[in-house]
């Protein structure tokens, strides 16, 4: 199946049908992927992802498979290894899985951000150096933004880079925290700001750094998330690497950094949605046969309200993720980060109320690790709180699309 990125669209009855039995905007050749990866997802499922949690592992199998099939690097341009399609595709794969119970975390930065960001602003050598491997799943990146006193605000990011002047290279100091996947990266994109010798502001720019770099180092943070994927805290004391280590124009870091949060938000979209269907087959199969009196739970309003109330809230979310996802990979990115936010603050909020009331619906089977829903209950707010809270979002849509004053 070719993995290219399809404009074409069915609209006819039987081709709206997806694999979520739910009628979606989608080309044929979209439908295709989404089956395909729910074939995949199904022969791994949430029992794999649980035991591999369990034991401390990474789902190293599942990465591998979807890394054959073409579906970690279906975004990134063909002349590099990539499937030439777009976050549309990437966000489809991501959230499949998701609904299979067994998603992967590190699509959202790895070919999702870093890949994306080098494949647009990198040079020929970045992009022949990296691409290929963030394509075929045997070669990982992190991202680092957030910082203790910052979060997210790039506009606060007090890590910096200063040339050397004898050398040219580039010293980078600073500290960064809850950042994915570091342990099992091959490299860290990090966001850091430099010094505008016109206007002697600081501006934001992008570095990657090797693992095994001398003085960039990282400590584990005990989460209560359970997840394969740790977070990390990182320390970087005069981190020295080459000139070529900057990614893009120093001059336009910061229309590289949007590039990269765009997508990033679309996935952890597509992730929250992965998880909201997952909780939500689950507590509609249970609604089916547990039976209390005369009939199914199911048949009583009381439980059935809540779950449709749930999938509506889960179609709506996907509908805006779509219109997101189109709106990047056709290069409308103004558009698209009002849709990126949208789609990020509607699914993760679908989430956290789809996992709830699946919780509800098995009553006590749903705490119970038989079901698995319970340590869902966490999960699910990870995409409420990252990799923006949904206030910074609502600040956002006030400002940006209403034309309300800033508090700040």
């Not at 933004?145 to 040339?163: F, L, Y």
């Not at 336009?252 to 952890?268: D, H, K, V």
């Not at 698995?372 to 600040?395: D, F, H, K, T, Y």
């Amino acid at each position: 199946m070719s993995t290219a990125r399809s404009t074409g669209r069915d609209t006819s009855r039987s081709a709206a049908r997806g694999s979520a039995r739910s009628t979606v905007l989608e080309s044929e050749e979209h439908q295709a992927l989404r089956a395909a990866v729910a074939a995949l997802g199904k022969r791994y499922g949430r029992d794999y992802m649980t035991r591999v949690v369990a034991d401390g592992g990474h789902p190293d199998e599942l990465w591998a498979d979807a890394a054959k099939l073409g579906y970690l690097g279906v975004n990134l341009p063909e002349e590099y290894g990539g499937g030439g399609g777009g976050i549309a595709e990437l966000s489809i794969v991501l959230e499949e899985l998701g609904a299979a119970g067994s998603p992967l975390l590190m699509m959202v930065v790895s070919p999702a951000i870093c890949g994306t960001v080098i494949a647009r602003f990198g040079t020929e050598a970045q992009k022949r150096a990296w691409l290929p491997g963030l394509a075929d799943g045997s070669r990982t990146m992190a991202f680092g933004i957030t910082e203790p006193d910052a979060g997210s605000n790039s506009h606060r990011i007090t890590t910096t880079a200063r040339r050397d002047p004898d050398s040219g290279d580039w010293l980078l100091t600073g500290r960064k925290v809850f950042i994915s996947g570091v342990d099992i990266a091959d490299a860290t994109l990090i966001v850091g700001r430099t010094s505008d010798a016109r206007t002697g502001s600081l501006k934001p720019c992008l570095f990657i750094v090797p693992r095994d770099t001398p003085g960039f180092e990282r400590r584990q943070i005990a989460m209560e998330l359970q997840a394969a994927e740790k977070q990390f805290e990182l320390v970087l004391d005069d981190v020295r690497l080459p000139a070529d280590a900057l990614v893009g124009d120093e001059d336009a870091g910061l229309l590289q950094l949007f590039a990269g949060l765009n997508p990033e938000r679309i996935m952890t979209a597509a992730f929250a949605l992965g998880m909201a269907r997952y909780a939500l087959h689950r507590a509609t199969e249970y609604a089916k046969e547990r039976s209390v009196w005369k009939t199914p739970i199911g048949a009583h309003q009381a439980i059935a309200h809540p779950l449709a109330q749930s999938h509506i809230e889960i179609e709506l979310a996907r509908l805006m993720t779509q219109k997101a996802a189109r709106l990047y990979d056709e290069g409308e990115d103004m558009a698209a980060g009002e849709a990126a936010n949208m789609a990020k603050l509607a699914a993760a909020d679908a989430c956290v109320k789809a996992v709830d009331q699946a919780v509800h619906t098995l009553g006590g089977n749903g705490l119970t690790k038989e079901f698995g829903l319970a340590s869902l209950i966490v999960a699910s707010r990870v995409a409420r709180i990252a990799p923006v809270s949904r206030e910074m979002i609502l600040n956002y849509v006030s400002h940006q699309t209403l034309g309300l004053p800033k508090s700040y």
